[in-house]
């Protein structure tokens, strides 16, 4: 998949589109759901440290608009992805995603989703 412009990521319609597109994909099956998937994170939730020390994965999910986005994508993820995400982007950082009025919503999410090994 070519890179997502911004301005599909941000508009309330447009983040819909692409949720309802990739619940659609993961019903059908269609590998297109996991480049779709990979594709969101990875700009919504670059790897790596993001200003103020933390991961991209939580600021992504302490906004509104890209948070929404993001538990969309934790639904159709696969385990393997679900674990890299927890390994490399929210391990050690627990508490702080759990107690955040947004955030929280998003880990739950990924916990709903996540394979036992992450979830233990």
Do not use: W, Y
């Amino acid at each position: 998949l070519p890179p997502l412009p911004p301005a599909l990521l941000s508009p309330a319609g447009a983040s819909l589109c692409l949720q309802v597109a990739l619940q659609a994909l993961h019903r059908s099956q269609s590998p297109a759901c996991a480049r779709l998937c990979d594709a969101l994170i990875g700009r919504l939730a670059p790897p790596g440290p993001a200003p103020h020390g933390e991961s991209g994965l939580v600021q992504g999910l302490q906004d509104a608009e890209r948070g929404r986005l993001l538990e969309a994508a934790m639904t159709v993820a696969g385990p393997r992805r679900l674990r890299q995400l927890f390994r490399e982007q929210l391990k050690g950082r627990l508490r702080g995603v759990a107690t955040h009025r947004l955030a929280n919503h998003g880990l739950q999410r990924l916990l709903d989703h996540a394979p036992q090994d992450v979830v233990g």
